[in-house]
């Protein structure tokens, strides 16, 4: 296999160093990795002081990071969880740019869908707990010390897709299958196994699918 760029968004809260252990081990294979860490996010942002971030934004950088690190083989996008939103929108305007789609237990959405439709009435009142005390949805007790408030209008706002990411050749999808409950991308998982084109991996791990190790993910990655 030839050395692959692999452009890396991660979830609600999360800024690029969530995927420093993927991109030490993509890295020392070869591969060219590139985490994103998507605006608002940043250990030093103050949503309260910022312009409005909203899904286009967070769009438009995660672009504008495929964009200058194009190659010929083409990029593989990858998304956790909120980060499935993003390189939807990402590969519907740059379809000619990427190779391969890769949702770790994410969202896909489809035209209209924001993550708050898209998911269950646990999320969506976590999205909107607070709402008026600023722009930033809080991030949850069991996240990581350097987790950010995510800003909520991103999670809130409908996307606009023209379905050029279905061009995209390859598609897969991980379920994480150690939710304690239902998990609130069950409906999206649901829905992605009974469409065609898809490859789906079912693992026995929490929502951080990452908790274990990268050894799981770049296995996967490597073999896209």
Request: charge should be negative; aromatic fraction near 10%; include cysteine.
């Amino acid at each position: 296999m030839g050395m692959t760029t692999f452009v890396l968004v991660p979830g609600a809260c999360h800024g690029g160093w969530w995927w420093e252990p993927v991109v030490d081990r993509l890295t020392a294979l070869g591969h060219t990795a590139v985490p994103v860490t998507l605006g608002g996010l940043g250990q030093h942002d103050d949503l309260a002081r910022m312009r409005r971030i909203d899904l286009d934004v967070h769009i438009s950088e995660a672009s504008a990071a495929l964009v200058a690190h194009r190659d010929e083989e083409g990029v593989v996008l990858v998304g956790h969880s909120y980060g499935g939103t993003v390189i939807t929108g990402v590969a519907d305007r740059f379809p000619w740019y990427v190779r391969a789609l890769v949702y770790l237990d994410a969202f896909v959405p489809q035209d209209g869908d924001s993550c708050y439709a898209m998911t269950d009435d646990e999320q969506r009142a976590w999205y909107l707990a607070d709402a008026e005390r600023g722009p930033g949805v809080a991030p949850l007790p069991f996240f990581d010390q350097r987790a950010r408030p995510h800003p909520r209008a991103s999670l809130l706002q409908r996307i606009t897709l023209v379905d050029n990411w279905q061009q995209v050749p390859a598609k897969h999808y991980v379920v994480a299958t150690g939710w304690p409950g239902r998990s609130p991308f069950a409906d999206t998982a649901e829905r992605i196994r009974q469409t065609p084109g898809w490859t789906v991996h079912d693992w026995p791990t929490t929502h951080n699918v990452l908790a274990e190790g990268p050894d799981r993910v770049v296995e996967l990655l490597a073999k896209v």
